[in-house]
């Protein structure tokens, strides 16, 4: 049973160009969850989507960032025109449909690098 | 107003000892999740321990355990017999259910030392 699966794992990008950030989330999991760590800090929530639908957005920052999790294939995380700001580890996670509160497993994560 | 609190930013802990990582949330919601997740300098998050609102007893995961202490909001993680291997940073999350939307919520992180 393979885990959340993150790609890439590394990413580096100029000012300006787009990121994109992919998430296949663990089998049997219809919700995943994106989170922002920046250096020497804890996970920040952006935004939580079940296949189709975007349930709560409350984290993202308003402009340049958006995320899809389409019917058929990984969950998007979209940066366009990134700036230096937006290097960070970004973090995928997923848990099944019973939204319950039990524990979200999370991928490896992607590393981004602004230059 | 901070909904997970660690105030140990490091800790130094001698091989083979036990060490206590401190976690204090605040939540209004009755049922909620807390978790710990360990992420050593290669990056990733490793999930440590579950221990559920309405859970008695505390968590247990080979020699991690969790103190959970309802009342007083904490839910402190006991590592037995430091490993060098433990040396990493660790995080303290809690999850609330629907009048939090289900997403985790992570501390600032404790960083620990095991030293030989």
């Known amino acids: 049973n393979a885990g959340v699966m993150q790609n890439p794992r590394h990413l580096v990008r100029r000012r300006g160009q787009e990121a994109r950030l992919r998430c296949s989330p663990m089998?049997?999991?219809?919700?995943v969850y994106w989170y922002r760590q920046l250096p020497e800090e804890g996970l920040k929530f952006m935004v939580y989507?079940?296949?189709?639908?975007?349930?709560?957005e409350s984290g993202m920052p308003k402009e340049r960032f958006s995320a899809e999790f389409p019917k058929e294939g990984p969950s998007i995380l979209r940066i366009q025109q990134v700036v230096r700001g937006d290097s960070a580890a970004y973090f995928c996670?997923?848990?099944?449909?019973?939204?319950?509160?039990?524990?979200?497993?999370f991928g490896p994560g992607t590393r981004l690098l602004v230059l | 107003a901070q909904k997970i609190t660690q105030t140990q930013p490091g800790m130094f802990v001698q091989e083979k000892e036990a060490v206590t990582l401190d976690c204090t949330y605040d939540t209004s919601d009755q049922s909620y999740g807390l978790f710990w997740y360990k992420q050593p300098s290669s990056g990733e998050m490793i999930f440590l321990i579950y221990?559920?609102?309405?859970?008695?007893q505390n968590a247990t995961e080979g020699r991690y355990s969790l103190n959970f202490q309802k009342a007083r909001k904490s839910a402190n993680l006991v590592i037995s017999a430091s490993q060098l291997g433990d040396s990493a940073m660790y995080f303290c999350a809690m999850r609330e259910g629907e009048a939090g939307g289900f997403k985790t919520i992570f501390g600032a992180g404790t960083r620990l030392f095991v030293k030989a």
């Open positions: 221990q559920g609102s309405y859970d008695e």
């Open positions: 989507l079940q296949k189709e639908n975007i349930i709560d």
């Open positions: 996670a997923s848990s099944p449909p019973d939204r319950g509160v039990g524990a979200q497993y």
């Open positions: 089998k049997g999991h219809s919700h």
